[in-house]
């Protein structure tokens, strides 16, 4: 078994420094594996009525890439884990990318946990359908995999079109294992058919 830590992304704060001395404290302690989840925006829930996050405007996120590459040069062992990125909301191509990178710079240590979320304020300000999160984000996958094993790629589908293009450098890991998160039970059919693990996100029984 092993046993990890969530990283206290609300709480911990935009100290450098600070995020520094966790890191190395939870790798010192012995910890397999350092999860961060992800959020890009909050909203005003003044001005917003009807959103019922648990988070507001005021609520500080670190961006889950930039930690990563920032703890894979801090770090030398911890395995750092996504838990959850939210994919459907971001460029397919991109994250891709930005996981391979994080690969390569930790020595082949992500793990890439994704989710759709529950956050439709995120998708309207990024540009994302809300409404096709789920189908998306199956495609999503299909196309990571591609871009992370194969010399060059060419895709269509639903929500992609490629033509011939590839990822240099391809990640550490061929590919990346990804992990689904949530509880539905859509999500639960999806993990079974495309993921290499689960992270059940539900409340204690």
């Given at each position: 078994?092993?046993?990890?830590?969530?990283?206290?992304?609300?709480?911990i704060?935009?100290?450098?420094?600070?995020v520094?001395?966790?890191?190395?404290?939870?790798?010192?302690?012995?910890?397999?594996?350092?999860?961060?989840y992800?959020?890009v925006?909050?909203a005003?829930?003044?001005?917003?009525?009807d959103?019922?996050?648990?988070?507001?405007?005021?609520?500080?996120?670190?961006?889950?890439?930039?930690?990563?590459?920032?703890?894979?040069?801090?770090?030398?062992?911890?395995?750092?884990?996504?838990g959850?990125?939210?994919?459907?909301?971001?460029?397919?191509?991109?994250?891709?990318?930005?996981?391979?990178?994080?690969?390569?710079?930790?020595?082949?240590?992500?793990?890439l946990g994704?989710g759709?979320?529950?956050?439709?304020?995120?998708?309207?300000?990024?540009?994302?359908?809300?409404?096709?999160?789920g189908?998306?984000?199956?495609?999503?996958?299909?196309?990571?995999?591609?871009?992370w094993?194969?010399?060059?790629v060419?895709?269509?589908?639903?929500?992609?079109?490629?033509?011939?293009?590839?990822?240099?450098?391809?990640?550490?890991?061929?590919?990346?294992?990804?992990?689904?998160?949530?509880?539905?039970?859509?999500?639960?059919?999806r993990?079974?058919?495309?993921?290499?693990?689960?992270?059940?996100?539900l409340?204690?029984?």
């Amino acid at each position: 078994m092993k046993l990890g830590v969530v990283f206290p992304q609300t709480e911990i704060g935009p100290d450098p420094a600070t995020v520094r001395a966790y890191a190395e404290a939870v790798e010192g302690l012995g910890f397999a594996y350092l999860q961060a989840y992800d959020h890009v925006l909050g909203a005003d829930t003044r001005v917003r009525p009807d959103w019922r996050g648990p988070y507001t405007l005021e609520t500080l996120f670190h961006e889950v890439f930039v930690l990563f590459g920032y703890l894979a040069a801090i770090t030398h062992r911890l395995e750092l884990v996504t838990g959850i990125l939210i994919l459907p909301q971001r460029q397919t191509a991109l994250v891709a990318k930005q996981a391979a990178e994080v690969d390569v710079l930790s020595g082949g240590r992500l793990r890439l946990g994704v989710g759709v979320g529950w956050n439709h304020v995120e998708y309207e300000a990024l540009g994302m359908d809300w409404k096709t999160r789920g189908v998306r984000q199956a495609e999503q996958i299909e196309v990571m995999r591609r871009l992370w094993v194969e010399d060059f790629v060419t895709f269509e589908g639903r929500f992609h079109t490629m033509t011939d293009v590839n990822i240099l450098p391809p990640p550490v890991q061929r590919p990346i294992p990804i992990w689904f998160g949530g509880s539905h039970e859509a999500v639960i059919k999806r993990c079974a058919r495309l993921g290499d693990g689960w992270m059940p996100i539900l409340a204690p029984d």
